[in-house]
């Protein structure tokens, strides 16, 4: 391909990603599957590497992420990002209905409603029609830079093209991560034996603050904005700017009104009181707007948010029903999950049947009693909690609910680990939920990635004796596969081309897909990128475990038991033997010496002679580690300018040596 067709081609194809983009994202619809679409992509990606010169900065490919920014440079905002005052009662609204006629002399005024989304602030600094900066609101003046991770989220133009378009302007709004991603990672992380993530609002806020932004692209972040601001825009009220957001194809939630007064916003505010729990994203208000730019600025700001705006709060929901059943569910890991089945009501919006009880210590706390009146209340999950008991209706005679001693699915005996609240079935290798759940785990996209499988498939072939571990999996004919109920010619070679892909999955993902406990995906990259092959990680011993940067105690019993168990290293080995990949593919490293062999630093702060990321990348050269937290395993604190004091303390409990610029500058000179 020359280099003006490869030009007219990544051109092409980022057009193309574009427009599919935008109809996925902003318009809910697609003409293509997702695989063509990834299909694009990748051409897009693999003839911008051939031809960088063409690699321009508002590339659909920047979408995928693949930057690792270990500590994110700080950004003063043009504009301090204020936060709202808020109220729950219809009094104070009017009451500030009426400092608002008070404050502009009773002239005429409208209001601009829009849905108070419950996420993360952010600011999206254009220049010249490209996107140059993201950044999180931080303290309101300082805010973290986090461009590299805003550009995963698809929703957000990395270029503008219009006419007129002011030079320099910010735009806006709330990141938030959509209930159903939320729900999907939960379910995931769950699969993985990992901690849940508390709600929507804490996650999305943790993925912005994420490491590495290939991983950010994986969460599928989102983002509504509701604000433009810079110098001299030829914009007079609130409207408008919206209306010219919407123009630039930003994504503006269609939920907002133009309200003439604060009897429009009371009946806005109702509207949206049910309504709002459809919405992908959760919200927990409305935030009303005085329309033109102009009153606003008359009106002013506190010292912490604008007279101009108010935030006004629904009340939590909650209903009463009564408690039918308790139901419990087996994990991959064996957990159990008690789940009440409720009499169905009516909760915001929709029909509650059922709640979680997360584990018997949450029924203990409840004292519940099958048929007590519970309350029910929706917060950021999709599935409601129970949060009490009307004790005033419970029925005479009524029995505690005695936890289940023995696995609903296979009859063994529950156990407890100390310190665990979840109850255990401890028939790893009998239990039918545990042994097909491994399977679906071990075929998850962030695992195998063999789509051409799912949940049904895997319970069809566990039923027909097909399916017992992963391995077998590679020991399925066509006419096993062909014989099942519901397979064609196609779709059995469908999977079977699935199966035969996934050979060519990199080793992280085989370890992961492995289902060893705690070692979710970031830990499983973390070993594989440290032992190099599954031998070496089989053979280390506990030491060399919790040795590693970031692997702790309970991860490394976990990976010994694993290994210790035969019937896993059989599972391994069939595995090996099918033609996995269970080797690091090594990428070429810069080294400069090895004066810094097996040491493990934290840098903090600002240096004269390097930038924090070449300090690093120095540190890197010369053989050592950086790691970003301080813990026993670090060797030195390398302190600049304006370090954190909390790290300094630690660092000093620890007894950990903390250097200087200069000290490390003697030390590589020294060494040499
Ligand atoms: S306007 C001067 N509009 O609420 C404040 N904020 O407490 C301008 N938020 O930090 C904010 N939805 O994170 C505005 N439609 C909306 C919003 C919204 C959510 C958040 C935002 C802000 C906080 C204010």
């Known amino acids: 391909m020359t280099a003006e067709e490869a030009k007219k081609r990544i051109e092409d194809l980022s057009q193309q990603i574009n427009y599919h983009n935008q109809l996925y994202y902003q318009e809910s619809t697609s003409e293509i599957s997702d695989y063509e679409f990834d299909q694009m992509l990748e051409e897009l990606i693999r003839l911008e590497n051939e031809f960088p010169e063409y690699k321009y900065p508002d590339s659909p490919s920047q979408r995928v992420g693949g930057t690792v920014t270990k500590e994110f440079d700080t950004v003063v905002h043009d504009y301090p ?15 500030f209905d009426k400092r608002v006629a008070k404050g502009l002399n009773n002239e005429d005024y409208e209001y601009f409603c829009e849905l108070k989304f419950d996420g993360v602030a952010i600011s999206l600094l254009y220049e010249n029609g490209y996107l140059v900066r993201a950044a999180t609101r931080g303290d309101g003046t300082r805010g973290d830079d986090i461009t590299h991770n805003a550009r995963t989220i698809r929703s957000i133009p990395l270029s503008i093209k219009a006419d007129n378009l002011p030079q320099r302007f910010e735009v806006r709004g709330e990141a938030f991560l959509p209930r159903e991603s939320f729900n999907k990672i939960n379910r995931q992380r769950e699969e993985a034996g990992e901690d849940l993530l508390a709600n929507p609002r804490n996650a999305a806020s943790g993925t912005l603050k994420m490491q590495d932004s290939a991983v950010v692209a994986q969460r599928q972040l989102d983002c509504y904005l509701y604000a433009m601001v810079g110098e001299d825009l030829p914009i007079f009220t609130h409207a408008e700017a919206i209306a010219q957001l919407e123009k630039w194809n930003f994504n503006i939630s269609k939920t907002y009104r133009a309200c003439k007064n604060i009897d429009e916003v009371f009946r806005y505010i109702k509207e949206w009181e049910d309504k709002r729990l459809e919405l992908p994203v959760d919200t927990d208000g409305i935030v009303i707007k005085v329309n033109s730019h102009e009153q606003q600025r008359i009106l002013g700001f506190t010292a912490k948010s604008p007279r101009w705006a108010i935030a006004y709060k629904y009340k939590a929901q909650s209903a009463s029903t009564q408690l039918l059943d308790i139901d419990y569910q087996v994990g991959r890991t064996g957990a159990i999950t008690p789940v009440a089945h409720l009499s169905p009501v009516k909760l915001a919006g929709t029909t509650v049947k059922r709640a979680s009880l997360h584990n018997a210590n949450e029924i203990a706390r409840l004292d519940l009693r099958l048929g007590d009146t519970v309350y029910v209340e929706k917060g950021g999950e999709i599935i409601p909690k129970i949060t009490g008991v009307d004790v005033s209706k419970r029925q005479a005679h009524s029995q505690s609910v005695e936890y289940i001693q023995h696995c609903p699915a296979c009859e063994t005996a529950l156990i407890r680990k100390e310190g665990e609240a979840q109850h255990f079935c401890p028939n790893i290798k009998g239990c039918p939920p545990q042994i097909k759940g491994r399977i679906e785990h071990y075929i998850q996209r962030k695992a195998m990635d063999i789509d051409s499988m799912g949940k049904e498939t895997v319970s069809l072939l566990y039923e027909n004796g097909l399916l017992r571990t992963p391995a077998d999996l590679y020991k399925l004919s066509y ?73 702790g105690e309970r991860i490394a019993q976990s990976i010994q038991q694993f290994f210790g168990d035969q019937d896993n290293r059989d599972i391994v080995e069939e595995l090996i033997e099918a033609g996995l990949q269970f080797e690091i593919v090594e990428e070429e490293e810069y080294r400069e010496g090895s004066a810094l062999e097996g040491k493990l630093f934290v840098v903090s702060g600002v240096f004269t002679t390097f930038s924090r990321e070449e300090i690093k990348e120095k540190i890197r050269a010369n053989g050592g580690q950086v790691v970003s937290a301080v813990s026993g395993k670090v060797n030195y604190l390398l302190a600049g300018e304006n370090m954190g004091p909390a790290k300094r303390k630690k660092a000093e409990s620890l007894n950990i040596s903390i250097i200087s610029e200069q000290d490390f500058l003697n030390m590589l000179n020294t060494q040499k």
């Open 81 to 95: 990002m204020l936060s709202l005052s808020n109220t729950y009662s219809s009094e104070e609204l009017t009451e």
């Open 479 to 551: 006419d096993d596969i062909f014989e099942l109920e519901g397979f064609k010619d196609l779709s059995t070679q469908n999977l079977l081309k699935g199966i035969e892909e996934s050979k060519k999955v990199p080793f992280e993902n085989v370890l992961f897909a492995l289902g060893i406990r705690y070692v979710g995906k970031t830990v499983a990259e973390k070993l594989a990128r440290h032992f190099g092959n599954i031998r070496k990680l089989e053979a280390a011993s506990f030491e060399e475990l919790i040795n590693v940067p970031e692997i």
